[in-house]
């Protein structure tokens, strides 16, 4: 690590540059600015975020003294969801009349299903987009932190995976909102991905008075098996809470490796999950699996009736796959860690193949669903994925880097290489920013004081990158081979 990264994860500011790899293979550098302006803008975007957030809690104490609220609780699910569940005539939620990116720390709809996680937030125009300036601390203290989630109103939860613990972010830093039951955290397995679903009441937004309510769903490790419960999400931003948790699915398999994970309500307002082959290869192409698969499903866990193979499975042929995202035409991305060779970003179509474990990486084999971007895995080990007015932004572990791929290319750019760490999960965060997560804490990375963190950092408009063009560190040769099909 350099004294440059190591100065950035303990909290200084420095000059930040990308070399670009021409068609001749000659590094170029761009975007370099000044530590001065840097630590003016990072003080003014810090300033900003959390000084929003303190708005909100104080706007919230008022609004609760003032007036007499009373919540309903949501609908208890009607099962838990097994692939030879019944197939599901129940009408999908609402979706919002104006779709955003996904809770916006402002008082405003934010998150809600349906929405497709995707558009450039405020002050940023729609087209590619990529980061400017040095990312700001938003807290620091995490340990192992998995999933950000960000709610209706202001409101952001981050799950961490050995604590169990669902921690919300506030003007002073952190504070817990639950531990969550059930959780037994072996290996890669413990508290996972989570997500958010309005409450039908709420389904236009909830305001500062009531809170976000609604449900926040968790995937986790348990003791027989993988699972997804969802538990009622009450209080006010500062002070959330999460209730008793109910089953959605479980029987995914589970192991204390390639546990897959992540979860998410799709622009169809179902809810979509990742899961690993957990070491058993074999799972990747047993349609009676649920290992090794992305798994579509109604928010109380039973097989849409439009879903490819009658069941919960929506494709197969997966290794490992930790992140997902759709784009503004509605199209599901996914990212995947391979095994030694190839780590992936996947293009999802219902029904398709995509090749674990006879194929890793573009086979060209007619067979299998090649994907669109491949990287070795030294370079990606990619888990959380976002989008942004259609540029997708992959969190790199064992890279540690944030990969961002251009969606109408496949042109891929790295950006703070070996500056942060193992990165683990990343999403679009309010007026023009992005936001990620650090995982150094679990064992695998390096620590340094007052990891894992959260940062955001600005994005702004640029112009669409050649296919074939990428970034690679210079520090870093040979130059890494990021492969657009």
Not at 228 to 251: C, D, F, K, N
Not at 396 to 420: H, I, K, Y
């Amino acid at each position: 690590m350099t004294a440059q990264s190591t100065a950035l994860r303990h909290g200084a500011t420095s000059a930040t540059a990308r070399g670009q790899v021409t068609a001749d293979g000659q590094v170029t550098t761009q975007g370099q600015v000044t530590a001065q302006g840097q630590r003016r803008g990072a003080a003014q975007h810090a300033g900003r975020v959390l000084g929003r957030l303190t708005l909100l809690s104080l706007l919230s104490a008022v609004t609760v003294s003032l007036a007499a609220c009373t919540s309903g609780v949501p609908g208890t699910p009607g099962g838990t969801g097994v692939p030879t569940a019944p197939t599901s005539t129940e009408p999908a939620p609402g979706t919002p009349s104006s779709p955003g990116v996904t809770g916006v720390p402002s008082p405003d709809p934010g998150a809600q299903p349906g929405e497709p996680n995707t558009g450039p937030g405020p002050g940023v125009a729609a087209g590619p987009v990529e980061p400017t300036g040095e990312p700001v601390v938003l807290a620091s203290g995490l340990e192992a932190p998995w999933s950000i989630l960000r709610l209706p109103g202001g409101g952001a939860l981050i799950s961490e995976r050995g604590t169990a613990r669902v921690r919300e972010l506030v003007s002073g830093g952190l504070r817990d909102a639950v531990t969550v039951p059930g959780v037994v955290a072996r290996g890669e397995g413990g508290l996972l991905g989570l997500a958010y679903l309005a409450a039908p009441a709420s389904a236009s937004g909830a305001g500062a008075s009531t809170g976000p309510g609604g449900w926040v769903y968790a995937y986790f490790t348990g003791a027989e098996s993988n699972q997804i419960v969802r538990m009622p999400l009450t209080g006010t931003v500062g002070s959330l809470a999460l209730g008793s948790p109910e089953p959605v699915l479980s029987g995914i398999p589970r192991a204390g490796n390639h546990d897959g994970g992540r979860i998410r309500f799709g622009p169809d307002g179902m809810l979509y999950a990742t899961t690993g082959d957990a070491g058993d290869t074999a799972r990747a192409q047993d349609l009676g699996s649920l290992g090794g698969k992305i798994l579509r499903m109604t928010p109380t866990g039973t097989v849409p009736p439009d879903n490819p193979f009658g069941t919960l499975v929506y494709s197969y042929g997966h290794r490992n796959p930790q992140g997902i995202a759709w784009d503004s035409r509605g199209r599901l991305w996914a990212s995947e860690f391979g095994q030694s060779t190839w780590d992936e970003l996947n293009l999802i179509t219902p029904g398709a193949d995509y090749g674990w474990p006879e194929a890793e990486g573009i086979a060209h084999d007619s067979r299998y669903t090649d994907p669109v971007v491949q990287w070795r895995t030294s370079e990606a080990s990619p888990s959380g994925l976002a989008i942004v007015g259609d540029t997708l932004f992959v969190a790199a572990l064992r890279g540690e880097r944030l990969w961002r791929v251009d969606s109408s290319t496949g042109a891929a750019t790295a950006w703070f290489v070996n500056t942060f760490g193992r990165l683990r999960d990343v999403v679009p965060g309010p007026d023009g920013t992005l936001w990620f997560v650090t995982n150094n804490t679990d064992g695998r990375g390096t620590r340094a004081p007052g990891d894992d963190r959260l940062y955001s950092v600005r994005v702004v408009q640029t112009s669409p990158l050649a296919r074939g063009t990428r970034v690679a560190p210079g520090a870093n040769p040979p130059p890494a081979t990021a492969v657009a099909r």
